[in-house]
C-alpha cells in the first residue's frame, strides 16, 4: 500500500527537499514548528515560494511512515550520499531493505544537546516534522567517503566508565559550559564500534576510520561557538580502547569505576544491558562455565571491564577516577585532563546538585544506602576477581 509520501509527485517532492536543504535559514524556521499541522501550512508555504504546488494537507499525510518504515528503508540510489547540513546529525544507524546499513539523520538545530543521554535527544529530533518530512539517509560506505571533518570539533576528551559510578554525572558537569558538545552513550556510536558483528572481516584501522567520521558527524558545529567536545561512551567500550586509540591517538581520556559492591547493587536491582546474558555479543561478555546467578555473572562483566581499563591505562594517555573524587575531580582533574577551560564555578557546582538522570530531582548521596542493600551474594561476587581488578585500578590511580 502506498503511503500519502510515495503518492505525492515524486518530482515536487524531490524538489521540495532539496530546496530546504540548501537553505539553512528555511531549515531554521520550519525546524522550530513542532505541531504538524502548523509546520505543513509553512511548508507549503515555502514551496509555493519554490514554485511548487504541495499543499498542506498532502505534506501532513507525508509525515506519518507507513508501519513497516518500508518508504524511509528503500534505498534511493544516488540521493543522500553527501552529509547534510550542519544542523543535522546521526540518530541512527539502520539496515536498508537489501540489508546494507544506512545512516539514519534528524534536524537537530543550532540548540546545545543536554538530555542525560544522546538517545532522548535523538528521539525528540527524529519526531520533529522536518526530520519525518526529509528523511535523510546516507548509505554507511557513502557516509564514510563523503565525510565532512572540518565542521565538527575533534574530541577534547573520552569518558569511559564502569556503569553506575558518576560518568553521568560528570558529563552534565562538562555540559553545563554552552560552548561545550557533550554526548552520553550515542547510538550511532555503537553501531560503529560494533561493526564487527555485520563485517566480521573489517580491518581494525579501517573500523577506526567509521569511529572517526561518526565522532565528526556527532560533533558538528551547529551553532558555530563551540570549543569542546566530549564523548561518553557505552561502559563496555573500554574493551574497544584500542580501536578508539586508533581513531584518536591524542585523545586524552579518563576512567570512572566505583565500589564493586555498590556497582552491583544498581546492576542487580535494574540490569545494565552489558550485564543482561546475551544482550551483547558472546565474546564481550561471555561467562565461564554455564549460566551463573545473576551476582557472579554481573562481577564477570565488571571485571572484563575493570580489567580492559587497567590495561589501556599502562598503555598511556588515560587518567583513572574513583567515585569517590566526584563531583571535586571534575574541575580538579578531567577538565585539565582534557585542556578545557575551567569555565565557571558556580555553574559546576549547581550542575553537581542535580541527579545526573533525572535532572527534575535534587542529587541525594546514595553510597549509604547501598552499603546496606549490599546482600552475601553480592559481596561474594564483589569479592575474588572483581575485587581484584578493582584494587588493580586503585593501585595505579594512587
Given amino acids: ?41 509553512q511548508a507549503a508555504a515555502f514551496a509555493e515560494s519554490q514554485g511548487l504546488a504541495l499543499a498542506a494537507e498532502d505534506l501532513l499525510g507525508a509525515l506519518h511512515p507507513d508501519p513497516l518504515d518500508a518508504a524511509a528503508r528503500r534505498a534511493r540510489p544516488g540521493a543522500d550520499r553527501a552529509w547534510p547540513g550542519r544542523s543535522w546529525l546521526p540518530a541512527q544507524v539502520v539496515p536498508a531493505a537489501n540489508g546494507a546499513l544506512q545512516v539514519d539523520w534528524a534536524w537537530f538545530g543550532p540548540r546545545p544537546i543536554t538530555d542525560s543521554f544522546f538517545e532522548i535527544s535523538a528521539r525528540q529530533a527524529m519526531a520533529r516534522p522536518l526530520s519525518r518530512l526529509i528523511r535523510y539517509r546516507t548509505p554507511l560506505p557513502d557516509f564514510l567517503e563523503n565525510a ?27 555540559a553545563s559550559d554552552p560552548a561545550a558538545v557533550v554526548l552520553s552513550e550515542p547510538p550511532p556510536l555503537d553501531a560503529m564500534v560494533r561493526l564487527t558483528e555485520i563485517w566480521p572481516d573489517i580491518a581494525p584501522a579501517r573500523q577506526a576510520r567509521f569511529i572517526a567520521a561518526m565522532a565528526s558527524a556527532l560533533g558538528r558545529r551547529r551553532a558555530g561557538d563551540e570549543r569542546s567536545y566530549v564523548i561518553k561512551p557505552d561502559s563496555w567500550h573500554i574493551l574497544a580502547l584500542p580501536l578508539f586509540r586508533l581513531a584518536f591517538p591524542d585523545t586524552p581520556w579518563v576512567f570512572l569505576y566505583r565500589d564493586p559492591a555498590q556497582v552491583l547493587v544498581s546492576h542487580i536491582r535494574q540490569r545494565g544491558l552489558q550485564t543482561v546474558p546475551g544482550a551483547l555479543p558472546p565474546a564481550l561478555f561471555a561467562p565461564t562455565e554455564g549460566r551463573l546467578p545473576a551476582e557472579a555473572h554481573c562481577a564477570e562483566v565488571l571485571t572484563r571491564i575493570c580489567d580492559a581499563a587497567a590495561q589501556g591505562y599502562d598503555q598511556g594517555g588515560g587518567r583513572l577516577i574513583n567515585y569517590t573524587a566526584l563531583p571535586g575531580a571534575v574541575e580538579a582533574q578531567i577538565l585539565p585532563h582534557f585542556a578545557m577551560p575551567l569555565g565557571d564555578a558556580a555553574r559546576l557546582a549547581a550542575a553537581a546538585r542535580i541527579d545526573a538522570k533525572t535532572p527534575h530531582q535534587t542529587f541525594t548521596p546514595d553510597t549509604p544506602a547501598k552499603r546496606t542493600a549490599a546482600t552475601p551474594a553480592i559481596l561474594t561476587a564483589a569479592g575474588g576477581a572483581l575485587g581484584r581488578a578493582y584494587e588493580a585500578l586503585e593501585s595505579r590511580r594512587i
Avoid: K, N
Avoid at 521540495?16 to 528555511?26: M, P
Avoid at 565538527?152 to 552534565?172: D, K, N, V
Fill in 1 to 41: 500500500m502506498l503511503t500519502a509520501f510515495a503518492m505525492l509527485a515524486p518530482d515536487a517532492m524531490s524538489r521540495l527537499r532539496a530546496a530546504l536543504l540548501a537553505d539553512e535559514v528555511a531549515q531554521q524556521r520550519l525546524g522550530a514548528i513542532h505541531e504538524p499541522r502548523a509546520f505543513c501550512a
Fill in 148 to 174: 565532512e571533518p572540518q565542521d565538527a570539533l575533534a574530541p577534547s576528551g573520552l569518558i569511559f566508565h564502569m556503569s553506575r559510578c558518576g560518568s553521568t554525572l560528570a558529563a552534565r558537569m562538562l
